[in-house]
């Protein structure tokens, strides 16, 4: 991985960043196969991602149109990007420290979770330069957000406030920038303490839902199999003897 794409993990959280400040944090052929080698690293006790980046006024940009317009870089390539966050088996949360633009919108709408500071801005562009956004980015923008919302940012092209994306539920948080990085972490930390067959299946059952394509089968089986966990009986233990629970993923 790159020097633009940073990537740790520890405690069951991991961390992915972007590092291209002066490029507005755009991502390029290089920041896409680093983004894909740190989802390819992921362990197998990591509960849940975090996407930020490490500064500057853009905390994404989407993909860096000098290489798409070289021929470089295709849309599809920053899809299948997108797509493979989005379908992610743990909770992502994405922090978003600057303001986001393009493709970066949909980066973001394809986190679970996304926390903002409270003076950035967000736009898609794309109708007042002429363009129509990729269909599949435009199917998750309307799954995710809603028809009105989805026409609010791509057919009217709208900038949003972080109030405005709070209020739109485009942000589940928002906080001044100096508290971002701890109050995103205090959500990560949180994230990764809950029981990790019960937030896998219930994401799972969710994305199922969302794409139209509910297996009732398999979500009764992920249900029982939650319902029969030594998790659950950890849970319950730990409700009684008022204490934090210890889950294992059994």
Known sequence: MGSTVLF????GVAHISFNRGDRHNALGKDELTGIENALASLNQDTRVLVIGSEGGRTFCAGADLSQITSGELTGDRFQAVTNQIANLPIPTLCVINGNVFGGGVELAISCDFRIGAEDIMMRIPAAAIGLCYPID??????SRLGVGTAKRLLVAAEELTASDMKALGILNWILPPSALVEGAMDVARQLAGLAPLSVRSML????????????RVE??????????SIDLQEGLAAQRERRKPEFKGH
Do not use: P
């Open 137 to 142: 980015g435009i199917e998750r923008l309307v």
């Open 8 to 11: 740790e993990q520890s405690d």
């Open 204 to 215: 799972k059952v969710i994305s199922q839902i969302e794409r139209r394509e509910l297996d």
């Open 219 to 228: 979500a009764a089986q992920l249900s029982e199999m939650c319902a029969n």
